[in-house]
DNA sequence: GACGCGCTACTACACGTGTCGTAGCATCTA
DNA sequence: TAGATGCTACGACACGTGTAGTAGCGCGTC
């Protein structure tokens, strides 16, 4: 899979939530910053859709809509991965800098120790 | 701090561990794959210099000789956080995706846990 | 059925990054 | 000291990414 770049992983996100959306629904969508231009939008959902992580699914009267073709988490899971090399392929300095900085606590740890949390969170 | 790309981390870490080195002797440290032109490490050593990441100490013969200006920490907080953010800022899914790959033991966590495993282990 | 608005398709551009070549000067060597 | 070797300074280029403009077509409305 492609990596995907920061404002290609935003408008996924919104992808992920909405589960279908149009150009301008994903435009509109993005809320916390300055919109970018409806034809930036386009243009980048445009090339993930070259890239394989989303697909045209229907037309409501002339415009498309989106739906993601990749799983948040396969793409997240080549972030992550990609991270890893980019540090140098271990993960402690970064848990230890988690830690030290209050991003994650001993009770996030204790929870992720058990298989798993609980199946609902997600969404 | 300006933020290090793929390739100036790789040279940083060279020179974090020489501790002062030539354009040359950079070079020759990469051992783990195709070296790249002399002139292309000049130039990112360069661009380095002028991100403040490193500096000119002194000549010798011709040389020019390189040591970090910035600690290994400080450019890798900066990763960590850059990256949190393009993760939407929760560590979890990371912290979830490390252990389920095997990538972190749960005796790593462990020894997180505890203030520090013990001063020394750096270099 | 004509019109206007919105959407698509295409083009364009600047900047960062990885990549390298060339010119010319400095240094060491014979 | 003259030549060879190596280093620096500078320029260049392709590709990815964020950003946006324009042309033109089609759909819904009156």
Redesign the pocket.
């Known amino acids: 899979m492609?990596?995907?770049?920061?404002?290609?992983?935003e408008l996924m996100n919104i992808l992920w939530r909405l589960r279908e959306a149009?150009?301008?629904e994903v435009r509109e969508a993005i809320v916390d910053r300055?919109?970018?231009?409806?034809?930036?939008?386009?243009?980048?959902l445009?090339?993930l859709e070259e890239?394989g992580a989303i697909r045209?699914t229907r037309?409501?009267?002339?415009?498309?809509?989106f739906e993601p073709a990749i799983t948040r988490k396969s793409a997240y899971r080549r972030l992550f991965d990609d991270f890893l090399e980019l540090i140098g392929g271990s993960p402690r300095p970064l848990v230890a800098h988690l830690i030290e900085s209050g991003k994650l606590t001993l009770e996030d740890l204790k929870a992720l120790e058990k298989p798993a949390p609980k199946k609902g969170t997600k969404r």
Do not use: C, D
Not at 2 to 9: P, R
Not at 34 to 44: D, E, F, I, L
Not at 59 to 65: E, H, S, V, Y
């Open positions: 492609e990596k995907l770049t920061k404002l290609e992983l149009s150009v301008r300055k919109r970018p231009a409806y034809t930036t939008v386009q243009t980048v445009l090339r890239k045209k037309k409501i009267g002339n415009a498309f809509m």
